[in-house]
T-cell receptor, first 109, second 117 residues
Framework: TQLLEQSPQFLSIQEGENLTVYCNSS?????LQWYRQEPGEGPVLLVT?????EVKKLKRLTFQFGDARKDSSLHITAAQPGDTGLYLC?????????FGAGTRLTVKP | DTGVSQNPRHKITKRGQNVTFRCDPI?????LYWYRQTLGQGPEFLTY????????KSRLLSDRFSAERPKGSFSTLEIQRTEQGDSAMYLC???????????????FGSGTQLSVL
């Protein structure tokens, strides 16, 4: 059983569409992070959210941390083909970092 | 380049052979993590070091897996008597975490892709 459940597992959309992916857990985390990973490479950190209810924006990406610090969402506005990749959430707990299985996003031109 | 460096990038071996991977973290990063990632999955935590101390190793997949960080700088991950199920991407990450900080940032290497034939 994954400590962090991500949904959907796969998402394929057309360029210009909006999308939201989710990261859920029954555990409380001191922080949650979102990473993007491209094939054959390691994950690259996008953002860290620390405070319950926190919202962070990174250009067309909006990240939200749930009030109870158990879940998070990533919303992408006007998706572009360059957004294609595996989006991973990771939670800090008991002095280490655990990852979800990811959402594999494909944005078609 | 001062990023996390992993060698080799690719390793093909025969079942039963031993393999060793190396990770050079970002200079002065005191934490070093090893993860395993299979196709379509997120990274699976294996072990981590704070400086030279291995603080968590219970999640290593079996006693065939071992890791070292002898001088608190580079680290090695060894898999003995490899099996086909060991085929995966092995990722290393490092971080500089101030004492009691909660917003740790991991910097990943490009990984070592292991194929066991």
């Amino acid at each position: 059983t994954q400590l962090l459940e991500q949904s959907p597992q796969f998402l394929s959309i057309q360029e210009g569409e909006n999308l939201t992916v989710y990261c859920n857990s029954s555990s409380v985390f001191s922080s949650l992070q979102w990473y993007r990973q491209e094939p054959g490479e390691g994950p690259v950190l996008l953002v860290t959210v620390v405070t319950g209810g926190e919202v962070k924006k990174l250009k067309r990406l909006t990240f939200q941390f749930g009030d109870a610090r158990k879940d998070s969402s990533l919303h992408i506005t006007a998706a572009q083909p360059g957004d294609t990749g595996l989006y991973l959430c990771a939670g800090a707990k008991n002095n280490d970092m655990r990852f979800g299985a990811g959402t594999r996003l494909t944005v078609k031109p | 380049d001062t990023g996390v460096s992993q060698n080799p990038r690719h390793k093909i071996t025969k079942r039963g052979q031993n393999v060793t991977f190396r990770c050079d973290p970002i200079s002065e990063h005191n934490r070093l993590y090893w993860y395993r990632q299979t196709l379509g999955q997120g990274p699976e935590f294996l072990t981590y070091f704070q400086n030279e101390a291995q603080l968590e190793k219970s999640r290593l997949l079996s006693d065939r897996f071992s890791a070292e960080r002898p001088k608190g700088s580079f680290s090695t991950l060894e898999i003995q008597r490899t099996e086909q199920g060991d085929s995966a991407m092995y990722l290393c990450a490092s971080s500089l975490i101030p004492y009691l900080a909660t917003n740790e940032k991991l910097f990943f290497g490009s990984g070592t892709q292991l194929s066991v034939l």
